[in-house]
């Protein structure tokens, strides 16, 4: 019987904060688009601050797509508030941006605001934006600094 109390008790409570961690969650959609080829995956990143940008995001504001050339879609659920996105195109999909000798990028790549930095990654305030409770979307044009690279045949 007492169990019984407990659970009637419990199950609203539990229903309650179910509830409210949803209404708390705003959706950011994020379309990946000016891919050059449907190799390997896109990989998106969701900053929540100037410490995280743009190395360490954590890991649930990660999220890696496989690459469709007309474009790639991320969704995520967030808190609202201020955020900045980073994205790339891991065209050999080892994980990691490929730069050459030179540091010139050998992968696409792209920052909320559309922002097309010249030597190193815009400032998060300078890619930050607000998100709303009502979400947003927000599209990200892929940036190529250099050809895609020959693929030998065999």
Do not use: C
């Amino acid at each position: 019987m007492r169990s019984r109390r407990i659970t009637t008790f419990l199950l609203p409570l539990f229903g309650a904060a179910l509830w409210a961690n949803a209404a708390s969650a705003a959706e950011l959609t994020v379309t990946v688009d000016n891919l050059r080829n449907g190799e390997g995956d896109v990989r998106l990143s969701a900053y929540t601050s100037a410490d995280e940008w743009p190395e360490h995001p954590l890991p649930e504001h990660d999220q890696v797509e496989p690459t469709n050339k007309e474009g790639v879609v991320f969704h995520f659920d967030l808190p609202p508030g201020t955020y900045a996105v980073a994205t790339f195109h891991d065209e050999n999909s080892n994980g990691e941006f490929a730069q050459n000798f030179l540091g010139i990028p050998e992968e696409g790549y792209g920052f909320s605001n559309n922002l097309r930095p010249m030597l190193t990654a815009p400032s998060f305030e300078a890619a930050s934006f607000v998100l709303p409770p009502t979400g947003a979307a927000l599209t990200i044009h892929m940036i190529y600094w250099l050809p895609a690279p020959r693929r030998k045949t065999p």
